[in-house]
């Protein structure tokens, strides 16, 4: 997926705030909200057909509710698709949270699902693969997203053995949707929106790019695609978090597509519910650092 470039980036985040300040709706805000929601889940349908039709399709999957969601639009639609989950356990670690969770759904829902369990040998190589690309550009050389970018890989490259076309994530969905505790905490939750979705270029669309571009795969993220954005921030923050749940437009959405029971997993960042972490902290204690970071520095000397 392009994401052009920072500036054009923020100045296509600008133009949708500034659309969506200046919109008027003739009816009641809650009437507005359903209107919206009904259109975004229209929207997503048609976005995953216009880019999936008539490819081979995989799908990041963590097992959280925004990936659920992914994979149940391409069954719906009779797409040739596979999901694809990874995560890190050994003799020491339990197993991964986003590998039971997948197992579950998609035992569920009939899901077509590939997972792999990584050892500590194999996450090694995954490691020192995703340094390598990220350690590029100093904006994604961090902790987080080493152990981010790891999962993408490891999947991805699952995805492309198996000669898919496209490769789809939920990337996105936390801003537009409001999933994460800042939003929580923010006293104007709206405009930490904005700006989470400003900010995420550096954050995550580098390393959305990078990771793709040296795998030589195409991927998606439809939460990201500009038409979803718009839509999505037009619905009342009201309609997306309250003081007991968040992202309640896109678990609506879940439940429409058959997972009410699994729409309110409060899914955790990919570096644990993979447990991917668990191996960068192994890792570095095996080679005599004390922090993650001295480690990841030391590899790339």
Known sequence: MNFGTERSWKKKISDIKKEVGEAKYPFPGFIKNMILRDHLYLLIEDKIIQFCENKKVGILFSGGVDSAVLVMFCK???????CYSVGFQD????QPEDIEYSKIIAQKHDLNLKFKVFNLKEIEVVIKKTLKILSKNKDTFDVVNLGVGAVEL???EMAKKDKCDIVLSGL????????????????DKEQECW???TLMYKRDLIRETLIPKVLGIETYAPFLDFDVIGVAMHISIKAKIN???NKIVIRKIAKKLGLKEFSNRKKRAAQYG??????IDKLSSKAGFKLKKDYIKNLIK
């Open 76 to 82: 719906k639609l009779n797409l040739n698709y596979c």
């Open 91 to 94: 003799n020491e670690t339990k």
């Open 154 to 156: 490891a999947a991805i």
């Open 172 to 187: 996105g969905s936390e801003e537009i949707f409001a999933g994460y505790q800042r939003h929580k905490n923010a006293k």
């Open 195 to 197: 700006n989470g979705l």
């Open 243 to 245: 003081k007991r749940q």
């Open 274 to 279: 993979s447990r991917f972490h668990n191996a």
